[in-house]
């Protein structure tokens, strides 16, 4: 069984940083190459949304970003410790939201998972 363990929220000045993980286990490395992984946000009476995603190493693992963080936020992934980062830089209070991760098999589309979320909370 497949588990993603996000962490590293908190609470941060605007203008700050904060590094989010998520620890995939239950999977092997040669198998989480095929998954793409994808960091959503949900902020309180707002939809989830997309924020940053990377596509599979085996398709290349091209990013794509929302136009609200692109320049500030950063994917990425260490295959060899089967864990995906997003990298938060020049927070805003708007960036307020509890952040989970995703994977999804690009082998079976129906294969996918969550993190369970980490709060981010920027204010002052």
């Known amino acids: 069984q497949v588990q993603l363990v996000d962490s590293g929220g908190g609470l941060v000045q605007p203008g700050g940083s904060l590094r989010l993980s998520c620890a995939a286990s239950g999977v092997s490395g040669s198998a989480f190459k095929f998954y793409v992984i994808d960091w959503y946000r949900q902020a309180p009476g707002k939809q989830r949304e997309l924020v940053a995603g990377m596509a599979s190493l085996v398709s290349g693992g091209t990013t794509n970003y929302a136009d609200s963080v692109k320049g500030r936020f950063t994917i990425s992934r260490d295959n060899a410790k089967n864990t995906m980062y997003l990298q938060m830089n020049s927070l805003k209070p708007e960036d307020t939201a509890v952040y989970s991760c995703?994977?999804?098999?690009?082998?079976?589309?129906?294969?996918?998972?969550w993190g369970q979320g980490t709060q981010v909370t920027v204010s002052s």
């Open positions: 995703h994977a999804q098999s690009i082998l079976n589309r129906a294969v996918e998972y």
